[in-house]
Nanobody, 123 residues
Framework: QVRLVESGGGLVQAGDSLRLSCAAS????????MGWFRQAPGKEREFVGW????????YYADSVKGRLTISRDNLKYMLYLEMNSLKPEDTAVYYC????????????????WGQGTQVTVSS
């Protein structure tokens, strides 16, 4: 079993930066594909980006490309989401997720999820 716990959310102004963290425990996730998703009020969960098990490859949704960066530290069992040039439309609960197997943008294919951390961007 894998437990994921996000942290680092908060209230920021447009243009600010924020770094989210996701701590994994329970078993080694160094070979797991991991992703970030978000859900804004009244909207469906949305893919943000994924990172391969060894951290060599990342992929992002067009809406965040160039502003958000995913990284991981497998020795520390940590996943990160660096968020720059934040916009009000980035306001959402952000979730990290993990799965054994290839990376994917489909949330339904991730077996493990964190509880989420709220990011609010004011204009």
């Amino acid at each position: 079993q894998v437990r994921l716990v996000e942290s680092g959310g908060g209230l920021v102004q447009a243009g600010d930066s924020l770094r989210l963290s996701c701590a994994a425990s329970g078993r080694s996730v160094s070979s797991f594909s991991m992703g970030w998703f978000r859900q804004a009020p009244g909207k469906e969960r949305e893919f943000v980006g994924w990172i391969s098990g060894n951290g060599a490859i990342t992929y992002y949704a067009d809406s965040v490309k160039g502003r958000l960066t995913i990284s991981r530290d497998n020795l520390k069992y940590m996943l990160y989401l660096e968020m720059n040039s934040l916009k009000p439309e980035d306001t959402a609960v952000y979730y990290c997720a993990a799965r054994m197997g290839p990376v994917t943008t489909r949330g339904s294919e991730y077996a493990y999820w964190g509880q989420g951390t709220q990011v609010t961007v004011s204009s």
